[in-house]
């Protein structure tokens, strides 16, 4: 079974820092990726992902992430924040060839985006 | 994008009484599509996979008789909370796995708001 954990429940930066959110994976298989934001009281939007391909995923606003299995981690990060970042960020994983698309989120980070 | 409704948004309706939400997807088919309930500051549950024409898969611990699940078209899916409590309150999202795409996205829809009085 696949899992993710996202250390840190709440993350604030300035505006213009760097923004990092971690998350690491256990998996048996390398996996397939995701990066989700969440707005209050909306659906998830996909943010990036990881499919065995470049190490290295850009995605939509600015961010991107690096698969690193030596470190069995996936953290999202982005160069300067901006307001509009400020949202819930769920990564999440899935088995690269079974379990029918199902994912597993990570238990979520909230980042607060401060002037 | 690929693009999933639900509807309604926001339902209130007193304990006891039983709810529909319908996920839609709007521009393309879905097969398969999966339904997950969120508490309030917290990560997303999935609670079970929505199979076209077929039984849909519960997770462990979900009551399948209490979460109705139909997916009677190839747009449509709908989940019924009976004899709703105020513990079924929650946010209930659903997704839709990419079919036209590279396979690997899945879309989600924008979330019901359910409140159990």
């Known amino acids: 079974a696949q899992s993710v954990t996202q250390l840190g429940s709440h993350v604030s930066v300035s505006e213009g820092a760097l923004v990092l959110l971690r998350c690491n994976y256990s998996?048996?298989?390398?996996?397939?990726l995701f990066w989700y934001v969440q707005y209050p009281n909306q659906g998830l939007q996909l943010l990036l992902k990881?499919?065995?391909?470049?190490?290295l995923v850009k995605g939509i606003n600015g961010f991107e992430a690096e698969f690193k299995k030596s470190e069995t981690s996936f953290h999202l990060t982005k160069p300067s924040a901006h307001m509009s970042d400020a949202a819930e960020y769920f990564c999440?994983?899935?088995?690269?060839?079974?379990?029918?698309?199902?994912?597993?989120f990570g238990t979520g980070t909230q980042l607060k985006v401060e002037l | 994008g690929a693009v999933v409704s639900q509807h309604p948004s926001r339902v209130i309706c007193k304990s006891g009484t039983s709810v529909k939400i319908e996920c839609r997807s709007l521009d393309f088919q879905a097969t398969t599509m999966f339904w997950y309930r969120q508490f309030p500051k917290q990560s997303l549950m999935l609670m079970a996979t929505?199979?076209?024409?077929?039984?849909?898969?519960?997770e462990q611990g979900v009551e399948k008789d209490k979460f109705l699940i139909n997916h009677a078209s190839l747009t449509l899916s709908t989940l019924t909370v009976t004899s709703a409590h105020p513990e079924d309150s929650s946010f209930y999202i659903c997704s839709a796995p990419d079919t036209g795409g590279d396979g690997y996205e899945q879309y989600f829809g924008p979330g019901t708001r359910l409140t159990v009085t």
């Open positions: 929505s199979n076209e024409g077929s039984k849909a898969t519960y």
């Open positions: 998996s048996s298989v390398p996996p397939y």
């Open positions: 999440a994983v899935r088995h690269p060839t079974g379990g029918g698309n199902k994912l597993t």
């Open positions: 990881y499919t065995s391909a470049a190490t």
